[in-house]
């Protein structure tokens, strides 16, 4: 049972241009959405990150934007640079039964910028 | 140390064989996590602890999957009688609160092999 998907799995982009990843999800009781990037042999590392009482964050080049209504969140990449080639996963956050806040991730997309 | 460490890098395993994960989380953080990150798929959550007390198993697999945390700092993972498809990257995140959606730091994983 997929609570977070993801797309695309692969994206690319050419220097300079925007990337572009979305999510959507299906449990309403999720109340965090952070984006974690992850280079190869590395662990994820926060990106950036939203709660759902807002429509969109910007952080740099990064903003997520937000639709509650539809369950539905993007990742957006202004300026893309060949640093930004990773994979991206998001996630989804909520509190579990035993109290713990419990991340569920999406499937990735794997980014790659072009020069 | 300065992130959350994991040792080890790399582990093969012969099916059959018991296997111990050590995670060294971030001085000071209450919150750890083990996450399990199959080949080209996002992390699966395994089991959470505050301090040294366990209190989210929900995620591990089956009974031969063990973590604890005595002293409420390292944590070691442990899974008995390994099989093929316990093959994944092993990730370990710590973070500093307990409750609230706390930036969770992630290490670099240690990748076991079961052969």
């Known amino acids: 049972q997929q609570q977070v998907k993801q797309s695309p799995q692969s994206l690319i982009v050419q220097k300079g241009g925007i990337s572009i990843i979305n999510c959507a999800y299906e449990?309403?009781?999720?109340?965090?959405f952070p984006w974690y990037q992850q280079f190869p042999g590395k662990g994820p590392a926060l990106l950036i990150a939203?709660?759902?009482?807002?429509s969109e964050k910007k952080e740099g080049r990064f903003t997520i934007s937000f639709n509650k209504s539809a369950k539905q969140f993007s990742l957006h990449i202004m300026d893309s640079q060949p640093g930004d080639s990773a994979t991206y996963f998001c996630?989804?956050?909520?509190?579990?039964?035993?109290?713990?806040?419990?991340?569920?991730f999406g499937t990735g997309t794997r980014l790659t910028i072009i020069p | 140390g300065a992130g959350v460490s994991q040792s080890p890098r790399y582990k093969v395993a012969k099916r059959g064989q018991d296997v111990a994960l050590r995670c060294d989380p971030i001085s000071g953080h209450v919150s750890l996590f083990w996450y399990q990150q199959a080949l080209g798929q996002g992390p699966e959550f395994l089991t959470y602890f505050q301090n040294e007390a366990q209190l989210d198993k929900s995620g591990l697999p089956s009974d031969r999957f063990f973590a604890e945390r005595p002293e409420g700092s390292v944590s070691t993972l442990k899974i008995q009688r390994t099989q093929q498809e316990d093959s994944a990257v092993y990730l370990c995140a710590s973070s500093l609160e307990a409750q609230l959606p706390a930036e969770a730091f992630f290490g670099q994983g240690t990748r076991l092999t079961v052969v």
């Open positions: 939203i709660r759902p009482d807002v």
């Open positions: 449990n309403t009781a999720f109340d965090y």
């Open positions: 996630a989804a956050s909520r509190k579990s039964n035993f109290g713990n806040e419990k991340l569920t």
